[in-house]
């Protein structure tokens, strides 16, 4: 037993102002405690404002209230700033901390009431957020649902409410709890606080690692780490289960407001918590940092997080989602031509390279809708439920469209990270999106089970019994067919309901979950079939998987070439054309990196090829900027068609629309350069939000020509919201119209005097130099007008606001290796291009994403640069 005491005053970060020790009576017993917080009441009444409300931290195991310190020196410096003042209280809990060590056993349910006697002796009223990480979660909200008349909302860092009975709790509590490990390695040694401090990432610094060591210098300290890891509920039996199964249970019929900041590289509180918490509390603001982990409180900016969410709920949230238009929720479904053709023996999808039988594979539509309502059908027997994640590991096929048409259907929300995000990107986007069942071919269904994918496996085709039990796998779809024989089916989703998850490519970054609605999704497919006409019974060949299942959703007869889906730059020539007869084409969809490959293998064509690809009657090339020679190169091999490269991303798949006749005209245009993308195509609305001095969109929405700035879009067909990245969500809405639907592109570019668009890069990879601010795209265009330059990225390297321009090329003939570029080749890059170059640079392959084979990292190509001008190794990027 030891009395409360104050920190020491020479601790990294904490302010020893806010440090103070409170008596508070122990609940059932005539004992006062002494418990140390940190309280910056004392510190607001000296600044003379009121506090909007009070942040209850709690911390975890073997944490303390240290690890609060940033959001008390944040938010004490916001109110002294003129902002929103919240008064921030963090505990620490008794036996923790610099808090008294009473020498007694404190399972959950006393210290839920222990907090309440603290906020009893604070005389706390309301309205007060609770926050707690870990342990200190659940504490948090056990304290939350027993005063909801001071209760305002819950925050929560990594924890967990539930442990499911089937799954083991995590490994590293595991092994804590053993009986012959408990006491050494919580008590008499300090391996369960160091091994918790190795959590961090990046690591902590030494100084930060002794703050959290400060309270717990000794056996004798470090009696509450063991107790609060002998707590852990392991079964039925524990006596702490009941009080954390009231709590789950309670939480679920909170109505409050609630946010969600995780760390998903925990080893001990997984997604699946996350998961879990956010079924009981559904309306909960989420986000993920991707690269953090179980101190994510130490790993990112959290209290900035935290503040900006109070200031929402305050002043009323910008970023709110836009309710959905009438008119979105009155389209017809995305099963409606499946509905509308089950008797037509027309064909709808046509596989060219079917996982079994003859070459090519024709479904009609009569075969696809019942496909469609059988495995709807037999979803729906099995348990699959509307709102529920199902995660398709297909490629591109017949039975990946008969899937996903099944699971819209139902109202089942399907997850589509496409395998161009690579295993790493792939098995990042599946867990993060914590899908309730996957079904997957065999090469899914194999990286899922190696790598712990988490839902329910169902398998594309039947496998022999060792298989499905190697693989977890519980359904086949002939199964679900078979259960769904009898095609009864659900009620069917709404518009407003959510319809699909699709990630985006991840080249600037981890890729992105973007939700869309099935109004939203609808309003995708009528935006297409407007802009380039396609309807039932137009054959579309797309070498783009989105293209592809949406082809029935356009009453389209749709096929996908020949080709490695994983790398578009694999289509040739040859499986265009054949595409193209098998559907008898009107419309072609291409990558750019495809349509580079097509081009350069078109001398295999036949004269029978030739002809088909003659009939083409639009095609279209989009996911990053098509140069004027190489859409005149695919041109020419569809001479009867209008060549289009639209301009969209996962987020609004159609924005603008330009075509290689529009190209040539915007030529002799002047203004600040870029790639024209065209005008915008239906309802959609364009604006701009102008830089600053610093490079940073802060102007208001603008269409004034000539002025470069963030792009912003609006459109019934722009996606409803990120996937569990509500910080995200909200930057992507800033500036936008109170009431519309606003999305930030994180393009960067200009409208000209015709209204125009022209894309000049990316938001991050805007230079700003002595000279002022510098997009890349326009002086990357003007290198590549060298005669040996193939692909030029422009980047900048040193210190923002005197960043020293930087040309990296790939040449013709290839370069052997990386380079500091061949004197005359340099100089005539630098007279070629308008700004100052410091330095050329030549490399055999500029770095680019796996989807699109064509968009270059500029901020991660910008850090090599400034290693190799360093002196670093001449390395490929």
Request: proline residues 7%; contains cysteine.
């Amino acid at each position: 037993m030891a009395p409360a005491t104050l920190p020491p005053a020479d601790l990294d970060g904490l302010d020893p102002a806010y440090s103070r020790v409170v008596r508070a009576p122990e609940a059932g017993a005539s004992v006062d405690r002494g418990w140390h917080v940190l309280d910056n009441a004392d510190r607001l009444e000296e600044l003379g404002v009121e506090p909007v409300g009070t942040i209850l931290c709690v911390h975890g195991n073997p944490t303390w209230s240290y690890l609060w310190r940033r959001l008390v020196d944040a938010a004490t410096l916001a109110a002294a700033e003129g902002a929103d003042a919240w008064r921030v209280i963090a505990v620490d809990q008794l036996d923790m901390g610099f808090s008294e060590r009473t020498g007694t056993r404190r399972p959950l349910a006393r210290r839920v009431q222990d907090l309440g006697t603290l906020t009893d002796a604070l005389g706390l009223d309301g309205p007060v957020f609770t926050l707690g990480h870990d342990w200190g979660g659940v504490v948090s909200l056990g304290w939350a649902i027993d005063h909801p008349e001071l209760l305002a909302g819950v925050m929560l860092l990594n924890t967990a409410v539930h442990q499911p009975e089937n799954r083991p709790i995590p490994a590293p509590l595991r092994l804590a709890l053993q009986p012959a490990l408990l006491g050494g390695a919580t008590v008499s040694t300090p391996a369960f606080l160091e091994t918790t401090l190795a959590l961090a990432h990046p690591p902590l610094h030494a100084s930060i690692k002794d703050g959290y060591r400060a309270p717990y210098r000794g056996a004798g300290r470090r009696g509450g780490i063991g107790g609060f890891v002998a707590d852990i509920p392991v079964d039925l039996a524990h006596e702490s289960r009941a009080e954390l199964a009231r709590i789950a249970d309670s939480v679920a019929r909170l109505t409050v407001p609630a946010l969600m900041l995780w760390g998903p590289r925990d080893p001990i509180f997984s997604d699946r918590y996350l998961d879990d918490l956010i079924g009981r509390m559904p309306h909960a603001d989420v986000h993920r940092f991707e690269g953090a982990g179980h101190l994510v409180a130490e790993d990112v900016d959290y209290a900035s997080a935290v503040l900006t969410w109070l200031g929402d709920g305050i002043r009323g949230a910008e970023a709110t989602p836009t309710a959905v238009a009438a008119d979105e929720s009155a389209r017809p479904p995305l099963w409606r031509y499946l509905d509308e053709l089950q008797d037509s023996d027309e064909s709808a999808v046509i596989d060219m390279v079917p996982s079994s039988g003859p070459a090519p594979r024709v479904v009609s539509w009569r075969l696809l809708s019942k496909r469609v309502r059988q495995i709807a059908s037999g979803l729906d027997s099995i348990g699959v439920r509307k709102g529920d994640r199902v995660s398709l590991l297909i490629p591109p096929s017949a039975d990946l469209v008969a899937v996903l048409y099944a699971c819209l259907r139902i109202g089942a929300i399907v997850v589509v990270a496409d395998a161009g995000l690579g295993l790493r990107g792939l098995t990042r986007a599946v867990r993060g999106a914590c899908p309730d069942h996957v079904i997957g071919a065999l090469p899914g269904l194999t990286a899922a089970r190696a790598l712990g994918w988490p839902g329910q496996k169902i398998s594309t085709t039947t496998l022999a019994a060792p298989a499905r039990r190697a693989l977890g796998v519980s359904f086949s779809l002939a199964q679900l067919a078979s259960l769904g024989s009898d095609e009864e089916l659900p009620e069917a989703p709404t518009g407003g309901d959510i319809a699909a998850i699709l990630f985006t490519s991840g080249s600037t970054g981890p890729a992105k979950g973007v939700v869309y609605t099935h109004g939203q999704l609808s309003a995708v497919r009528d935006a297409l079939a407007a802009q380039y006409g396609v309807g039932v019974g137009t054959g579309l060949v797309a070498g783009f998987a989105p293209f592809a299942l949406l082809g029935p959703a356009l009453g389209a007869r749709s096929v996908t070439p020949d080709m490695d889906v994983t790398s578009p730059k694999t289509l040739t020539a040859a499986a265009v054309a054949a595409a193209v007869k098998a559907v008898d084409a009107a419309v072609v969809f291409l990558s750019p990196a495809a349509v580079a490959n097509v081009v350069a293998t078109s001398a295999a064509l036949t004269d029978e090829d030739t002809r088909a690809l003659a009939g083409v009657e639009q095609f279209l090339s989009a996911g990053a900027p098509v140069s004027e020679p190489l859409l005149a190169a695919i041109a020419a091999l569809m001479p009867s068609a209008t060549a289009h490269t639209p301009y969209g991303m996962t987020e609004g798949l159609l924005m603008t629309d330009i075509t290689l006749d529009g190209i040539r005209d915007a030529a002799s245009a002047s203004g600040p350069g870029g790639v024209c993308v065209g005008t915008p195509s239906g309802a959609t609305r364009v604006r701009i939000s102008p830089l600053d001095a610093d490079g940073a969109a802060t102007g208001d929405l603008t269409d004034a020509p000539l002025l470069t700035g963030e792009i912003l879009v609006s459109a019934p067909h722009v996606e409803d919201h990120y996937d569990r990245l509500w910080l995200t969500h909200r930057a992507s809405r800033r500036g936008g119209v109170p009431g519309e639907r606003w999305h930030r592109t994180g393009d960067v570019g200009h409208l000209d005097d015709s209204g125009r668009l022209w894309v000049e890069g990316r938001m991050p990879h805007v230079l700003v130099t002595a000279d002022g601010v510098v997009t890349p795209v326009g002086p990357e265009l003007q290198a590549e007008s060298v005669d040996s330059v193939l692909r030029a990225a422009i980047v900048g390297v040193g210190p923002r606001g005197v960043q020293q321009v930087v040309a990296v090329v790939e040449t013709s003939p290839e370069a052997r290796r990386v380079a500091l570029a061949r004197p005359e080749l340099a100089a005539a890059i630098r007279a070629a291009v308008d700004v100052p170059l410091a330095a050329v640079l030549v490399v055999p392959h500029l770095p680019t994403d796996i989807r699109h084979n064509s968009k270059i990292n500029r901020s991660a190509l910008s850090a090599w640069a400034e290693g190799i001008l360093s002196g670093g190794r001449m390395v490929a990027p």
